[in-house]
């Protein structure tokens, strides 16, 4: 007991003597050793909790995860060098190395979290060689409309004699981009919507009017298992190992995501080596489909469907089933929520704001009927200019994805300071988006805002610079 009360003391000097030396400090909550700041979050989801902290602090503060420093950057002006596009930026890592993602069998893999520059740049460079073709954003259009009609089809298999089917959007929501993310990514269907309309029914006891004709065991406990594998990360990353190890009851759940783990990249792994057969057996005269997956399977092969080929000597070999199956996994977690929460909010935003939904609908109205029987293509989607300013405003004052981080690997300035290598920054997406000094009225929605074509206030939807979001067509 005495061993473990000097080793706390040791500690615990340590640590606040670490802090009130540290470099550059910043206004912000002083942290408690081991768990940092967490305690000052009390109850308030983590957006309010920083906006609380913007308010208090500024536009630049800091705050400790754990016993780690980040510095939260809520000022555009702040950002400007990590949203350099060039090859030689300082903020090409977005975090540094965690012990607890290689755990999870995630640490220098894939693209998102990957700390490691290279492969990063490798993965980088095929994924979006296969994304931003023409081909790509052409298909897009077309599944994600045949999408919208068999989920309206659902809809309107389980209304009632009124025509009314009253349900949870935002679960429709999920498994819709469930759907269409692992559609894009893999060419193949996963059925989560018809899985939730098979479930949903069962609960008060009906059947659908049209038996299913699909496979539908896995499609809920694959969507359930990327949303398990999002919680692991952050409690692999938050969690350190020593106390995951210590305490029993954190050790319980690292078993359960490490288990969740497996399954997922199992399920991954058998959907990579399905569609390594059947472009194998597809007589070489006939075209392959256009997705992600083939496009990564074939790259560098006689085989290759995409317009844009390979021109430098990095990218010369096959990719590997662990390589794609690191990008695919990714591709469908950075996708699947996003895209889901965007869908809900407009629906919320629209619901309280009857006078916008109304000017949608005569907007709407005037453009299907101008395209007559047309299906919709990337072109005409330009004419709707109200539509366009309602997703601009909902993603403003949502943000979907409210915070991006930059690990830098060079020393640099920043906000006028000298910064060290390894400095850790949040970009505080939501905090830019929601600023006083950029935006009128900043809680209030308002897509009229964006029909004003002046508008250069700085809004922050998919990130900036090299890493920015490559798929946001
Ligand atoms: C509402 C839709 C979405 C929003 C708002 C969003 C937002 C973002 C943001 C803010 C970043 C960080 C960029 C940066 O650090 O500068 C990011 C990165 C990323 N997103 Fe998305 N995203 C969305 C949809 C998607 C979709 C549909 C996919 C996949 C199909 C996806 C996959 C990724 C990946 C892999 C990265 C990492 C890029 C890199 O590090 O090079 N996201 N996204």
Same mark, same amino acid.
């Given at each position: ?20 030396? %540290?470099?550059?400090? &910043?206004? +912000?909550?002083?942290?408690?050793p ?17 906006e %609380?902290?913007?308010?208090k ?22 950002? =400007?060098n990590? $949203? ?23 640490a +220098?893999?894939? !693209? ?6 290279n ?12 994304l ?6 052409k298909? @897009?259009?077309?599944?994600? =409309? ?10 309107e ?26 559609? $894009?990514?893999?060419? /193949? ?32 406990? $694959? ?26 009851? &954190?050790?319980?759940? #690292?078993?359960?995501? &490490?288990?969740? %783990? ?9 959907? !990579?080596?399905q ?24 790259a560098n ?6 317009? !844009?080929?390979?021109? *430098?000597?990095?990218?010369? =070999? ?13 591709? /469908? ?17 629209? @619901? ?14 005037a ?10 293509? &990337? ?14 405003? @909902? ?5 979907p ?8 690997? @060079?020393? *640099? ?43 250069? #206030? ?13 798929? %946001?067509?």
């Amino acid at each position: 007991m005495l061993i473990f009360l000097t080793l706390c003391i040791i500690y615990t000097s340590y640590f606040y003597f670490s802090y009130f030396t %540290r470099e550059n400090p &910043l206004p +912000g909550p002083v942290p408690l050793p081991i768990i940092g700041n967490i305690l000052d979050k009390g109850f308030d989801d983590f957006v309010d909790y920083t906006e %609380r902290m913007r308010k208090k602090y500024g536009d630049m503060f800091e705050i400790y995860f754990g016993q780690n420093r980040y510095i939260m950057l809520s000022k555009f002006e702040y950002m =400007q060098n990590m $949203f350099d596009y060039s090859l030689n930026s300082k903020y090409l890592r977005r975090i540094p190395y965690f012990p607890g993602l290689e755990e999870l069998n995630i640490a +220098g893999k894939g !693209i998102a979290l990957n700390h490691n520059v290279n492969v990063w740049k490798y993965n980088r460079h095929f994924i979006s060689r296969a994304l931003l073709t023409p081909s790509f954003s052409k298909s @897009a259009v077309i599944w994600t =409309q045949n999408l919208v009609e068999e989920m309206m089809g659902f809809w309107e298999d389980g209304s009632n004699n009124d025509g009314c089917f009253e349900t949870d959007i935002v679960e429709w929501c999920h498994r819709f981009t469930t759907d269409s993310i692992t559609h $894009f990514t893999t060419g /193949m269907r996963i059925h989560a919507i018809e899985a939730h309309y098979n479930e949903l029914l069962a609960s008060q006891n009906r059947k659908p009017k049209v038996p299913s004709k699909n496979d539908l065991r896995d499609a809920s406990r $694959f969507f359930k298992s990327i949303k398990t594998f999002i919680v692991g990360i952050y409690f692999f990353i938050i969690v350190p190992p020593l106390v995951r190890k210590c305490l029993p009851i &954190l050790g319980n759940a #690292s078993k359960y995501h &490490l288990k969740n %783990r497996d399954w997922l990249y199992d399920f991954v792994d058998k959907i !990579i080596k399905q569609r390594r057969k059947e472009i194998e057996y597809t007589p070489r005269n006939e075209p392959l489909r256009f997705d992600m997956l083939t496009s990564m399977i074939t790259a560098n092969t006689d085989r290759d469907i995409c317009e !844009i080929k390979m021109v *430098d000597e990095e990218h010369t =070999q096959p990719m590997n089933d662990e390589i794609i199956r690191g990008i695919l996994w990714e591709t /469908m977690v950075g996708g699947i929520d996003t895209t889901a929460n965007m869908f809900s909010f407009i629906v919320y935003y629209l @619901a309280y704001h009857p006078e916008v939904l109304k000017r949608l609908r005569v907007e709407l109205d005037a453009f299907f009927e101008k395209m007559g029987d047309r299906r919709l293509d &990337l072109e005409s989607l330009s004419d709707l200019i109200y539509t366009d300013a309602i997703i601009k405003e @909902a993603f403003r004052i949502f943000t979907p994805a409210p915070y991006t981080a930059r690990n830098s690997t @060079a020393e *640099d300035i920043v906000a006028g300071r000298v910064w060290p290598e390894g400095t850790q920054y949040i970009i505080n997406i939501h905090g830019v988006n929601h600023n006083e000094d950029y935006w009128d009225e900043p809680e209030k929605f308002n897509p009229d805002r964006y029909l004003d074509m002046k508008i250069s #206030s700085p809004h922050i939807i998919f990130g900036g610079g090299r890493r920015t979001l490559s798929y %946001r067509t």
